[in-house]
């Protein structure tokens, strides 16, 4: 990520760009490249403002069977 980002505040359209992509469940990596952040920022901010970003579209038990 870049360092331009770290520590600044987040702007309101970061935090509205953030809810987005988390609502189309849009993997925590690519949110924090999109919003030029990191993982771990994305993750902390997410938390804060009650975002879920687990996908809610994909079960956790997606094993084929032989």
Not at 5 to 27: C, F, H, R, V, Y
Not at 52 to 60: D, W
Request: no cysteine; aromatic share 4%; glycine share 6%.
């Amino acid at each position: 990520m870049t360092a331009s980002q770290s520590g600044k505040p987040w702007m309101a359209a970061e935090i509205s760009k953030l809810k987005t992509l988390a609502a189309g469940n849009t993997p925590t990596g690519l949110i924090a490249y999109r919003l030029q952040r990191t993982a771990p920022a994305v993750q902390s901010k997410a938390s804060e403002q009650g975002v879920s970003l687990k996908p809610v579209n994909q079960s956790p038990y997606n094993r084929r069977k032989p």
